[in-house]
């Protein structure tokens, strides 16, 4: 809160900068702008952006160092009360700590150490606070001192104001590539960790995945519980049951639209289809879960055949319906781009219009339907919410799609909602799967768009 | 589409055109009837509508047996509109209306009991740009024999190709890649292959809509020495922007102006000798 | 030979027999049936799916009562007469409500079958007799009647959603329970109300008294930090990369970069929020705070790309008519480019917006799952979201949470209707056609 009101507070001194700036830059020419090398709003620009921009950077890394430099300083002024600790209980210490300093309930009655380190985690974070806010007026008023000694009729400020903008603009489009590194570097931290622990080609390869059980080393099963092989298994019977339903509903939608439907009942229907990929995933495994799963299971019994009420017939059906808009807007736009004078050539011929569609059509955009479809795979693959809730949750190595099996997102899910240890193998086997489905899910997504940039290239 | 924009945009020059038209058309008429060859295309009183615009004005015209007839005239005066009549390919514009009679070997083509499917493979046509499928050569050749079913199996096929491409003059340049893409080749062979197409369905009449428009000169003459040569099977007809091509290919022109037919007759009465000062207007190069 | 083969093949003509014809047509017929029956069976899914839920969560609007006669007895509330607020705070009100229904079924003894017929108001009966207690303290001493909340089985058997004519150890609800029931309806004690806790109150363990507003409150909190971050960097991202990047491979780069980003799953955006904002950086787990930045990462791509596009649109004439007068690009770029570009804009956020509100997986991630009945007053208070409720909800044992997550359901398909419209709308409204 005391942070807000501070960079509150630096806003509205950098407000005052422009103002000031601009202000002093008129009165230096008296009035006529004209003898100014840039308008007045950059001479305030420029005077802002010194008074602003350092002190808002300062505390922001500030912000982002301090918690880790306090637990830093607090663990050392405990050194020896913690000596023989391991690192989980470290950190279960420390999470006391900053539950206590906080003012939280803490869920054992602190010992006199531990209320001692908190104290000293108080005192350091104010302290903290109090150097950051001295360092901030010392910027702000050092930049407001400095940019208003610069501004002078001769000063070239819109140059300036304008460089500095267009590398605000530069670091803002760097963003994206960070938050790629970001998922990259986090993915593969943790699942390093994990694979101290676990053998990765056991990891990729084995059989048999029952993470809640190993929760030691010396435990029946603990050694063999990280195959990933079902979960993989699980995720592919799913996204193929998803597909089944999926490409041939949004190509035939799509090739309905694109060709037959009169400009009126595309213009209906076409909303409608994007309703469909409008709706929260969420709201699709609620679906599943109550009204699909159970429709099956009793459709099962009333010809005798045993359906799980978390059956992956459900889960992928569902999932096939939220991925048909997908198919079918990608597709119709690939076969929208197929160029008029091959229809016109097909139809010349005495084609009808479904033999033209299927025999010159189809062929031509095949590269974009194709690349629409390894999109709506990945979709398919990635999509977390219908089996979370739709399918089950133990893995189960079956190509049966009546029966429950388990997928990557699940287990993600299921491994880390809840209490965590962070580094018992149980948690970073997340991570694991986390970094395949994100690699799967790239080489799709690149493939993919490859092929369709393709295609646009061939009818351009 | 941008006939009918020509004629809306210049209202002035169609005003001017009623009143010689009429005329134009009757005097027309008698040369039409040359006794050395059947009618084999006839169209009467042909009137196209784009929605509200009118695109043609009461188009008559004979088309004779085993000739080549050339739509001459101006961009947007008709001719291509009129050409796409004769295979009713205006169907496939939702907004496009065609009234008058248009009648091959005398049966009406607008006839509700007529099958257009059928029409089609009786009228074939070649268009402006070469539109090969993309698919193999074989292919695009086996493509209208394979739709009409007009090959029991793999070896029936395989004669209906090869005499096609050997009919369009491109056998010897493709027998060796005929699994090659049909994109592949030149744009000359490309406009071949698709005469080649047309052709393989064995139709009654092939119509060309500027073929040679995006060919360089070569391509150009190697289509024009074919088309002298599918005369003797074939009534084509041709839609040119090059009066010496309909010079040098055709028996018959007709030129068309601002959605009227002005004047149709033998190609050398035409260019020698034309009734029609618009058409002397045209020929000699005052506009176009 | 080849003369031949060119004379066999001119004689042959299409098989125009009409056999060969119907067949044809009739794939025609087939085909274009295929098509149709497509987007029948994809809109039929569509009906289906928001038919049931419009059926099953219709009815958590309204919200069974029981009206008792209750003696305000000064004796249990405030025995000295005080009126001390904290005296009044304290009193024994689950008393009073329980001897109140005591009152209309006096021959009903035993434990059992008196904690059954405790169980026909909701737990949370006590409360609501307390805040009209506090609100009017005169009332002390007199008997009113009150509308209380029916417990929620009972609330399900009002409704038709507990069935009466199955095996009593298969229901919720005791044989006896339905005989005081049908007694007070037929005594005219019982009635349909409109639900407002369903709109005013924060989650609960009980049905009856569980609401959408904190999960309300904290979307609306953790939207706002997500607009904050993702509208200004995407725009700017965007000016970047379609009017100041040099066109060199390192743009490439980060083109293909948000191409690919766009589509990574958003479970793996939460993997990132779990490791960076809360394991590296501390952030506090489950607040609004650190979901709106996880759902900012998230949305930048598609603000990205819809802000190239909309900038892409505008005609180059009006860059150069900017240049030629004398302006620099920066100046082009924010005092003419940007602001035709903004609709479009607007239009690409408010539709990642939209798409962020109904996301649920990267949220479960940073544990945004927590059961919270507070509604969240910062940006880091714990909180949850409308989906994430839904998906809290769908996974409770009781069944009058399921009228409830179809209702909570209705309640977010509203606000992404709302701003799927708005969408729509500013693309109407400013729409330019170059």
């Given at each position: 809160m005391n942070t807000l009101i501070l960079i509150i507070v630096l806003l509205g001194l950098t407000t005052f900068a422009y103002r000031y700036g601009r202000r002093k830059a008129l009165a230096s020419v008296e009035g006529?702008?004209?003898?100014?090398?840039?308008l007045p709003s950059y001479h305030g620009a420029y005077v802002a952006l010194w008074c602003g921009l350092p002190a808002l950077i300062v505390v922001a890394l500030w912000l982002m160092l301090q918690t880790d430099m306090v637990e830093r300083l607090v663990l050392s002024g405990i050194a020896d009360g913690i000596a023989g600790m391991s690192e989980g209980q470290i950190s279960l210490l420390l999470s006391d700590i900053r539950n206590l300093a906080t003012g939280d309930i803490t869920t054992r009655s602190p010992s006199p150490m531990v209320l001692a380190a908190a104290e000293r985690y108080v005192e350091l974070q104010r302290l903290g606070f109090a150097l950051m806010t001295g360092a901030a007026v010392i910027l702000t008023s050092g930049g407001l001192y400095f940019g208003l000694r610069a501004i002078q009729p001769a000063l070239r400020a819109r140059p300036q104001v304008e460089r500095i903008v267009r590398g605000l603009l530069f670091i803002a489009s760097v963003i994206a590539i960070l938050t790629t590194i970001g998922i990259v570097l986090s993915l593969m931290f943790e699942s390093n960790r994990f694979f101290g622990q676990v053998n990765p080609l056991e990891f990729l390869f084995g059989l048999n995945w029952s993470p809640q059980t190993a929760l030691r080393a010396d435990q029946v099963g603990g050694s063999g519980a990280f195959g990933a092989v079902p979960v993989f298994a699980g995720t592919l019977l799913i996204t193929v049951i998803a597909m089944i339903v999926a490409v041939p509903i949004g190509l035939m939608a799509a090739i309905y639209m694109a060709e037959y439907a009169s400009p009126t009942t595309r213009s209906l229907i076409k909303p409608a289809l994007e309703i469909l990929a409008g709706i929260p995933t969420v709201v699709y495994g609620f679906f599943a879960a109550l009204t699909i799963g159970p429709l099956f299971r009793g459709l099962g019994e009333s010809v005798g055949l045993p359906v799980a009420s978390e059956s992956a017939l459900a889960a992928g059906l569902v999932m096939g319906v939220m991925i048909i808009p997908f198919v079918s807007s990608l597709s119709d736009d690939v076969i929208n781009a197929v160029p008029q004078s091959l229809r016109d050539g097909s139809l010349a011929l005495g084609a009808t219009h479904s033999e033209t569609i299927r025999r010159v059509i189809l062929p031509a955009s095949l590269h974009g339907i194709v690349g629409a479809v390894l999109l709506a795979v990945s979709r398919a693959i990635g999509e977390t919410m219908i089996v979370v809730m739709a399918a089950g949750l133990s893995a189960n190595l079956t190509a049966n799609p009546l029966e429950a099996v388990t997928t990557v997102t699940v287990q993600i899910v299921t491994l880390l909602v809840g209490d965590q240890e962070f580094d018992s193998a149980k948690t970073l086997a997340a991570f694991a799967l986390g970094l395949v489905l994100f690699l799967v899910t790239l080489a799709l997504n690149i493939v993919a768009l490859r092929v369709v940039r393709k295609y646009r290239e061939e009818y351009d | 589409m941008t006939e009918a924009f020509h004629v809306e945009n210049n209202p002035q020059p169609v005003e001017e055109s009623v009143s010689g038209m009429s005329e134009a058309v009757e005097a027309g008429m008698p040369e039409v009837d040359a006794a050395h060859a059947p009618t084999k295309v006839k169209a009467d009183n042909v009137d196209v509508f784009y929605a509200e615009k009118?695109?043609?004005?009461?188009v008559s015209l004979d088309v004779p047996e085993n000739q080549v007839t050339a739509l001459i005239g101006p961009s947007g005066c008709g001719k291509s509109t009129f050409l796409r009549c004769i295979n009713r390919m205006n169907d496939t514009i939702p907004i496009c209306r065609v009234t008058g009679d248009i009648t091959i070997d005398d049966q009406d083509i607008y006839d509700p009991a007529i099958d257009v499917v059928q029409l089609r493979a009786r009228v074939g046509m070649v268009f402006q740009k070469p539109n090969p499928?993309?698919?193999s050569i074989y292919e695009n050749v086996a493509y209208g024999p394979r739709i009409h079913g007009m090959a029991q199996g793999k070896a029936d096929i395989d004669v209906l190709v090869e005499s096609s491409l050997q009919r369009a003059g491109l056998w010897n340049e493709v027998k060796d890649r005929?699994?090659?893409?049909?994109?592949?080749?030149s744009g000359g062979q490309q406009q071949r292959l698709c005469i080649a197409r047309a052709i393989a369905v064995n139709p009654d009449v092939i119509l060309m809509?500027?073929?040679?428009?995006?060919?360089?000169p070569i391509a150009t003459a190697r289509i024009e020495e074919l088309m002298d040569e599918l005369r003797q099977n074939y009534t084509i007809v041709i839609v040119t922007h090059s009066m010496q091509q309909a010079a040098r290919v055709s028996q018959r022109t007709a030129f068309f102006h601002l959605g009227y037919l002005v004047e149709s007759g033998a190609t050398e009465m035409i260019f020698?000798?034309?009734?029609d000062k618009r058409t002397q207007d045209y020929i000699t190069g005052r506009f176009g | 030979m080849t003369d031949f083969i060119a004379d066999r093949a001119a004689t042959r003509k299409p098989d125009f027999s009409n056999a060969h014809l119907r067949k044809r047509y009739r794939a025609e017929a087939r085909f274009k049936l295929y098509g149709i029956a497509a987007i029948v069976a994809a809109l039929g899914m569509l009906a289906f799916l928001l038919g049931s839920i419009v059926m099953t969560g219709s009815s958590a609007f309204t919200q069974t009562e029981i009206a008792l006669d209750v003696t305000l007895d000064r004796a249990q509330i405030d025995p000295n007469g005080t009126l001390d607020p904290e005296v009044l705070a304290k009193g024994n009100y689950r008393k009073i409500v329980r001897d109140a229904i005591r009152a209309q079924f006096p021959d009903v003894s035993g434990r059992r079958d008196l904690r059954e017929l405790y169980r026909l108001v909701s737990t949370g009966s006590d409360f609501t007799l307390r805040q009209i207690v506090e609100t009017d303290p005169g009332l002390i001493d007199t008997t009113q009647t009150i509308w209380f909340k029916s417990s929620a089985d009972i609330d399900q058997l009002n409704k038709g959603a507990i069935p009466r004519d199955v095996v009593e150890s298969d229901r919720r609800v005791s044989d006896a329970q339905i005989g005081w029931f049908d007694k007070l309806s037929a005594d005219d004690r019982t009635r349909r109300s409109f639900n407002t806790t369903f709109f005013t109150s924060g989650d609960s363990r009980e049905p009856e008294q569980a609401g959408v507003l904190g999960a309300v409150v904290g979307t609306t909190l953790t939207l706002v930090v997500t607009l904050i971050l993702s509208f200004p960097i995407g725009v700017m991202s965007a000016v970047y990369l379609e009017e100041f990047a040099p066109k060199n491979r390192w743009t490439d780069l980060i083109e293909v970069n948000i191409n690919n980003l766009a589509a990574v799953p958003s479970i793996v955006f939460g993997l990132l929020g779990l490791a960076v904002f809360l394991n590296f950086f501390e952030l506090p787990r489950s607040a609004p705070l650190v979901g709106g930045l996880v759902l900012a990462l998230m949305t930048l791509p598609t603000v990205i790309i819809a802000g190239r596009a909309a900038l892409q649109s505008v005609p180059p004439s009006i860059r150069e008519a900017a240049l030629g007068v004398g302006a620099s690009p920066l100046q082009t770029v924010s005092h003419h480019v940007l602001p035709l570009a903004m609709p479009g804009i607007l239009t690409g956020t408010i539709i990642g917006m939209a798409r962020a509100l109904g996301e649920t997986a990267p949220l479960l991630m940073i544990g945004m799952v927590a059961f919270i009945v507070d509604i969240p007053r910062s940006f880091t208070d714990a909180a949850t979201v409308l989906p994430v409720q839904v998906f809290l909800w769908a996974d409770a044992p009781e069944r009058a949470f399921v009228e409830r997550t179809s209702a909570a359901i209705m309640v977010l398909l509203a606000f992404l209707i709302l701003m799927n419209l708005a969408a729509v709308l500013l693309r109407r409204k400013l729409e330019r056609r170059w």
């Open positions: 006529s702008v004209a003898n100014l090398h840039s | 009118q695109a043609l004005f009461d499928f993309p698919k005929l699994s090659e893409s049909g994109t592949s080749l809509d500027e073929p040679c428009s995006a060919l360089d020698t000798n034309p009734e | -």
